[in-house]
Nanobody, 124 residues
């Protein structure tokens, strides 16, 4: 079993930057895929960014491409999401997810383990 714990997040002004991190523990050797999703009030959980096991492959939602960067530190079993040029529409709870076998990268149902989420609020 894999446990994921997010940290970071908080309140930032429109155009500002913020970073969130996700540290994995437990059966980390089984993790092949990690991703960030977000969920705003009253909306479905949506894909934000993806990174594969060795960090060589990344993918982003069109809405964050060019503004967000996902990267990982294998030695620390930690994945980061650097968020720049934040907009009020980025306000959401951000969740970290890990998976063993993931095909589409963007479907929440394909990920096996989830963190508890961390709030990111961008004020206008």
């Amino acid at each position: 079993q894999v446990q994921l714990v997010e940290s970071g997040g908080g309140l930032v002004q429109d155009g500002g930057s913020l970073s969130v991190s996700c540290t994995a523990s437990g059966r980390t050797f089984s993790i092949n895929h990690m991703a960030w999703f977000r969920q705003a009030p009253g909306k479905a959980r949506e894909f934000v960014a993806y990174i594969n096991r060795n960090g060589a492959v990344t993918s982003y939602a069109d809405s964050v491409k060019g503004r967000f960067t996902i990267y990982r530190d294998g030695a620390k079993n930690t994945v980061y999401l650097q968020m720049n040029s934040l907009k009020p529409e980025d306000t959401a709870v951000y969740f970290c997810a890990s998976g063993v076998r993931v095909l589409t990268l963007t479907k929440p149902s394909e990920y096996d383990s989830w963190g508890q989420g961390t709030q990111v609020t961008v004020s206008s």
